[in-house]
């Protein structure tokens, strides 16, 4: 299907990712209704491009019921995101990652919704086993609450393909960046240091990652929401290339064209037992059912991510 006239339901939709989703897709000619939890974020005055913004909670049944009614497709984003955050607050993390999801699927089901595209992580694989990439098949392993939660609602989504039929399918990204990334990430937290001084205070820089730029997710999103043959398929979307944290500080430095001296800080290092030290992903399975690659190059996504943040994204 076409995306003009489609009513469309976008959860987590003031965020990172959902902001952008939301503007490809009004347009694209949908009309979207956007699910956020405060106020509207990024989206305020979209209203006009056909953006109905509803201020809910993933655990208000009541409120999800009269999101869901006449929509097409439901993209769903909503989540507790950070793994700091996570290790503080595990209750809340695992209530409003799984009781959420179930909650939306729920709704949705009862709606009678065409299709549902879920939002997955590949943190709930741990890292990458004799560092080779990681297919849809590897082993899971969840290292921290966060993970542990969405791994909790990805079973969750599965069982609802598998015993009400439900038309679902669950995108599985990898360390997308670009602008509105969270503040807290380590990208904007090197671009944030590095525009006060030289001095880099920063955890493990040994992990590696491969980093996604937000428009080639929001393409995949897109495409799982029309593409046949998808239904009951978890999907990986991410680039093929992992770097190190600290080739990271390299290339943002060299962008800035700003040295940097670096300083191990105690606080940002995580749990020994928990710490994910290779991410590297294998997307075959994207370009065989998506035909989706990623077409923003690394050096590129940065560019466009430090501009966004230096010009005053954050309000610094």
Request: charged residues 20%; glycine residues 12%; negative net charge.
């Amino acid at each position: 299907m076409g995306w003009s006239g489609k009513q469309i339901v976008v959860t987590g939709a003031g965020g990172f990712v959902g902001s952008h989703l939301v503007e490809r897709l009004l347009a694209e000619g949908a009309q979207v209704r956007g699910l956020v939890q405060g106020n509207a974020g990024y989206l305020t005055g979209l209203e006009a491009d056909g953006l109905k913004v509803v201020v809910g909670d993933l655990l208000d049944r009541g409120c999800l019921a009269g999101l869901m009614d006449g929509a097409d497709c439901v993209f769903h984003l909503g989540a507790i995101t950070s793994v700091a955050y996570s290790y503080a607050h595990p209750v809340e993390t695992v209530e409003v990652n799984v009781m959420g999801t179930v909650n939306v699927l729920e709704a949705a089901r009862v709606a009678g919704v065409g299709r549902f595209v879920h939002t997955s992580t590949a943190g709930v694989y741990g890292s990458a086993e004799g560092g080779k990439p990681i297919s849809e098949s590897h082993p899971v392993s969840a290292c921290n609450p966060y993970t542990a939660a969405k791994l909790g609602a990805d079973n969750v989504v599965e069982t609802y393909f598998r015993s009400y039929d439900f038309p679902v399918t669950t995108l599985r990204l990898f360390n997308t960046y670009g602008p509105r990334m969270g503040q807290y990430l380590i990208l904007p937290t090197i671009v944030e240091q590095l525009m006060v001084g030289p001095e880099l205070r920063l955890g493990d820089l040994r992990p590696t990652r491969p980093f996604t730029y937000v428009d080639d997710i929001v393409e995949a999103y897109l495409r799982m929401g029309v593409t046949e043959g998808v239904l009951g398929e978890v999907i990986h979307v991410g680039a093929e290339e992992d770097i190190s944290m600290l080739a990271l500080v390299e290339r943002v430095s060299s962008i800035m064209e700003q040295p940097y001296a670096l300083v191990e800080d105690a606080s940002r290092l995580r749990p020994a037992n928990s710490e994910i030290f290779r991410v590297c992903v294998d997307n075959s399975k994207a370009r065989r059912l998506l035909g989706w690659s990623p077409g923003v190059g690394l050096e590129a996504g940065l560019r466009s991510t430090v501009d966004w943040i230096k010009g005053g994204g954050y309000g610094i």
